[in-house]
């Protein structure tokens, strides 16, 4: 798995998140809490590099993901084991939280 954050899109959503665990950031460009997490979101991605997908989709570019998730504000978190929704946080969330939150369902 990848180091870095994952940028996925409409076409590439379902690979991301049907195996093992994933973290899906649902953000937009402009959003500025969404711009908060981009540090947090990068370290996930570091320390959880072989163990789970750290990803995020902009929902004005790719949208059709954003509506299928029920995704109305953002950021939204979304985590996902094997294709499926188990946990989801809304807003600027805390690298402890987000951490917790993964090791949660890797365990």
């Given at each position: 798995m990848p180091d870095a954050v994952l940028e996925i899109t409409d076409g590439t959503f379902r690979a991301a998140t049907?195996?093992?665990?994933?973290?899906?950031?649902?953000?937009?460009?402009?959003?500025?809490?969404?711009?908060?997490?981009?540090?947090v979101m990068e370290k996930l991605a570091r320390d959880y590099a072989d163990r789970a997908v750290i990803a995020k989709l902009n929902v004005d570019e790719y949208g059709e993901a954003a509506v299928d998730n029920?995704?109305?504000?953002?950021?939204?978190?979304?985590?996902?084991?094997?294709?499926?929704?188990?946990?989801?946080l809304f807003g600027a969330q805390g690298i402890e939280t987000l951490a917790e939150t993964l090791n949660r369902w890797l365990a």
């Open positions: 049907e195996s093992g665990v994933a973290l899906v950031e649902f953000y937009g460009a402009w959003c500025p809490p969404c711009k908060q997490l981009e540090p029920s995704i109305e504000d953002i950021p939204t978190i979304v985590v996902f084991k094997h294709g499926a929704e188990v946990e989801r």
